[in-house]
């Protein structure tokens, strides 16, 4: 019975859909880093949204080298004007798994691996220019919050886990340019 009420609901809600309410997205810089990626974004109301965006980097190199991570971030969007078009701010969130090993972002991943999970959230500003009736190309840049909870080990293939810990950053955590698909 649930699983009629929640298809019903959801066949409702995409009969219901009008102009520009449903988009299909990709971001070009995680795309730029083999990293897959898919978004989609639907309208709330006349000035709100909600995108959701999921990312999956499965690959790794045969000199030890990875960057592995799987990542949901959900994002409400508030717009300035309309929905799909210029300014809008946004309220999003994160969670994921990463395995970095002889990552050069810094020394410590260049030198070990870490594995582990992290969840946090943050605050956005985009602004979206619209192609034509069915395309779209957005840019935004989001600050907040996330809590990195890792194993450390000296090398991605070798050792023993040489400590467990945790660590809180502050900064950006959010950085798109995406190319959006407007199906309704």
Not at 98 to 106: D, I
Not at 142 to 153: N, P, Q, R, S
Not at 160 to 168: C, L, M, P, R, V
Request: proline fraction near 2%.
């Amino acid at each position: 019975m649930k699983r009629f009420l929640y298809i019903f609901l959801l066949s409702f809600a995409v009969l219901s859909l009008s102009g520009q309410d449903l988009g299909v997205k990709t971001n070009i810089l995680y795309n730029a880093s083999m990293t897959l990626n898919l978004g989609a974004e639907v309208a709330l109301n006349d000035r709100s949204t909600l995108d959701i965006s999921g990312s999956y980097n499965p690959w790794g190199s045969s000199t030890g080298k990875r960057m592995k991570l799987w990542m949901v971030q959900p994002e409400y969007r508030y717009w300035l004007c309309e929905k799909f078009n210029g300014h809008f701010f946004g309220v999003h969130a994160h969670v994921g798994q990463y395995n970095f090993s002889q990552v050069s972002f810094t020394q410590k991943l260049k030198d070990n691996n870490y594995q582990g999970d992290f969840y946090g959230a943050g605050l956005s500003y985009g602004y979206q220019w619209i192609l034509s009736d069915r395309w779209g190309i957005e840019a935004s840049l989001g600050l907040g919050y996330a809590h990195f909870k890792y194993d450390k080990y000296p090398c991605g293939e070798c050792g023993a886990k040489i400590k467990s810990d945790t660590k809180n950053y502050w900064g950006p955590t959010k950085a798109n340019i995406s190319l959006t698909y407007f199906i309704f």
